[in-house]
């Protein structure tokens, strides 16, 4: 069965084409990929089916690689009525996602092989979309003895990283950075100096100061990735930065690019588009971490990813119920859904003209699949027909309980956007068809 999608914009992030054309799928791959002309009397989304051929009438709308989302929270196990793989991949289908890369921080940590194939047997199982998982880089992600990173990456583990549980020990990490590199294995860090950042709810300045709420200095990012360039300058290890949010720590990473180290970087959806005062009167939805930040810093880092210095995008998806949310600012938990808004809140990056859909796509599908080595996250013909199907200029207002999220807690709730996902393909079949 051949699967043609006609009359599509194609958003080729490798070749940084936005161009009209039609592109075809065949046994899950993208077999042809060419430019034609729209038909302008097309008035609808349509699609046809013969007893060889699916057509797609996409009428002019976005075709994109799917988005390649790393850094996605599924509370199995252990807290599975925050977040199951079936209720994650449903979000991430709606949404454009058709790769998630999970975290480890779950209850207990995915720290052992068996722990590991219990998640990407779940993964299979439930989700649409393709799943791929990431292993703690050291027991219980309590920074004190590293894990089996050999037989962890020989049961699929992905990367090594213990989230939001910066490694404290540098002896014990650098260890950890060594047998990493080894191997060849991707470590992903969270650069915050730990004591500073410890009990912080927001970025300190006169809005923490007029709120009576604890901050932490922007300069605690900084700090954190200095230490782990000079422990990547002595191992040689791959080393990925899963959320720049300051400026202050832009130059840093500027150098350690142009010195040659194996260095990444990526930022939130949350980081790019909210700053600092949208906290407001204490909105505990808007409580992520790191906290957000200034607009000087949401700017800087817009451009930073603009021009490559960062990498790349993610939702940092983290579920959390409305126990944990629904308490004073200071002891509600952080973390916000994000896998189903991601899309239309990229959007407004482009709508504020920061950068063109290439350049964005660039950042949500390329640099995480050449970071991990996938060939999906481009049109090209041989890759995996992956793709997502958008009108970036469709209007609506976010409604939180229509998330398929199992947890609601997104900072976009009742916020105007623009951007719907019209349908999701996965090694080219349907996993979402909007309504």
């Known amino acids: 069965m051949i699967t043609r999608f006609i009359n599509a914009r194609l958003i080729d992030p490798e070749t940084g084409t936005d161009t009209l054309g039609e592109l075809s799928v065949s046994s899950g791959l993208i077999s042809s990929n060419s430019a034609q002309p729209v038909d302008t009397e097309a008035n609808r989304f349509r699609r046809e089916t013969s007893d060889d051929e699916t057509v797609v009438d996409c009428i002019g709308k976005c075709l994109a690689p799917g988005i390649i989302d790393i850094g996605v929270k599924v509370c199995e196990p252990g807290e599975r009525h925050k977040e199951s793989y079936r209720s994650a991949g449903l979000a991430a289908a709606a949404g454009g996602v058709t790769t998630m890369v999970t975290r480890p921080d779950t209850s207990p940590a995915i720290d052992s092989p068996e722990v590991l194939e219990f998640a990407r047997r779940r993964a299979n199982e439930a989700a649409p979309v393709n799943v791929l998982v990431m292993a703690a880089l050291t027991k219980g992600r309590e920074?004190?003895?590293m894990?089996?990173?050999?037989?962890?990456?020989?049961?699929?583990?992905?990367?090594f990283t213990d989230c939001d549980h910066v490694v404290r020990d540098t002896k014990v990490y650098s260890r950890a950075l060594t047998y990493a590199r080894s191997l060849g294995a991707l470590v992903i860090a969270h650069i915050q100096e730990p004591t500073l950042s410890d009990g912080a709810a927001v970025t300190s300045g006169k809005f923490a100061s007029l709120r009576g709420?604890?901050?932490?200095?922007?300069?605690?990012?900084r700090m954190g990735l200095?230490?782990?360039?000079?422990?990547i300058e002595m191992t040689g290890a791959r080393y990925h930065v899963d959320q720049i949010t300051t400026?202050?720590?832009?130059?840093?990473?500027?150098r350690a690019k142009a010195n040659g180290l194996d260095i990444s970087a990526g930022v939130s959806i949350h980081h790019l588009t909210l700053n600092e005062l949208d906290?407001?009167?204490?909105?505990?939805?808007?409580?992520?971490?790191?906290?957000?930040?200034?607009?000087?810093?949401?700017?800087?880092?817009?451009?930073?990813?603009a021009a490559g210095t960062i990498d790349l995008v993610s939702s940092m998806h983290t579920p959390q119920d409305e126990e944990s949310k629904r308490l004073p600012f200071e002891e509600a938990a952080s973390g916000a859904v994000a896998m189903e808004t991601l899309l239309p809140a990229a959007m407004r990056l482009i709508h504020n003209e920061h950068m063109d859909l290439p350049t964005l796509w660039r950042a949500l599908s390329l640099?995480?699949?050449?970071?991990?080595?996938l060939s999906s996250g481009r049109l090209s013909v041989g890759a995996p027909a992956d793709l997502v199907l958008f009108d970036p200029d469709a209007p609506f207002i976010m409604d939180r309980f229509n998330l398929r999220s199992k947890s609601k807690n997104t900072p976009f709730d009742g916020a105007r956007m623009q951007g719907?996902?019209?349908?999701?393909?996965?090694?080219g079949q349907p996993v979402f068809e909007s309504e």
Request: aromatic share 6%; net charge negative; no cysteine.
């Open 143 to 145: 920074g004190r003895e």
């Open 147 to 159: 894990t089996e990173i050999g037989f962890l990456q020989d049961a699929g583990a992905v990367a």
């Open 213 to 221: 709420l604890p901050g932490v200095s922007p300069m605690a990012e």
């Open 226 to 231: 200095d230490r782990d360039i000079a422990l």
């Open 247 to 254: 400026a202050r720590a832009l130059p840093a990473l500027e």
């Open 279 to 305: 906290v407001a009167d204490y909105r505990t939805f808007f409580k992520v971490k790191p906290p957000l930040r200034s607009e000087d810093d949401r700017l800087a880092v817009i451009e930073a990813l």
């Open 367 to 373: 640099a995480p699949a050449n970071r991990l080595g």
């Open 420 to 427: 719907k996902v019209i349908a999701t393909y996965v090694a």
